[in-house]
Structures are given as structure tokens and as C-alpha cells.
């Protein structure tokens, strides 16, 4: 149930879209709804907040997470090959 809630809440996609290998869409829900009433998601949210918070925050966990343009390999100075790079924007 859980792969499946964050799958939903990870790709901001309707509950619908659901892959059946995260089991059926309803049971899916039910529990999400069940767990956001019981506070669960909230809780969750905090303490993952608090472990960030920890490690220096989010702007150091963004600067970990996201790779510089110039480490990228010539993405900056727009060289041939990030124009036609599969995953270049």
C-alpha cells in the first residue's frame, strides 16, 4: 500500500493511473484516506522535515540533489553533445 500511495503522491497522477502491480486503486485510496485522517501523512511529513533539517536543511539537501550545470558535462557552454542528449530539457 505504501509503494502505491507515494507512487500517486510521486508522480502527482489520478488515482486512476494506478499500476495494478500496487494492488487495486481502491484498497490503494481507502488506506491513503484512512492514514491522512489519522494524521499518519502529516506525521510522516514532520519527521522527514526534522531529518532534513538535520542534515544542514533543504536548500543543502536541493544542492546535493541537483548536479550543477558545469558538472553536467558541457551542458552549460551548450556543446553538441547536451543538445542532443536523450534527458537535455
Do not use: Y
Not at 486512476?16 to 499518519?40: C, M, Q, Y
Amino acid at each position: 500500500m505504501v509503494r502505491g500511495i507515494f507512487w500517486i503522491l510521486d508522480n502527482g497522477a489520478k488515482w486512476n493511473d494506478l499500476p495494478a502491480e500496487f494492488g487495486p486503486k481502491s484498497t490503494v485510496h481507502d488506506w491513503f484516506h484512512r492514514w491522512a485522517k489519522a494524521g499518519i501523512c502529516e506525521r510522516i511529513m514532520r519527521k522527514a522535515g526534522r531529518c532534513v533539517e538535520k542534515r544542514g536543511g533543504f536548500k543543502t539537501a536541493l544542492k546535493l540533489a541537483v548536479p550543477r550545470a558545469n558538472a553536467v558535462g558541457g551542458a552549460a557552454s551548450g556543446s553538441k553533445s547536451s543538445r542532443h542528449s536523450p534527458t537535455a530539457r
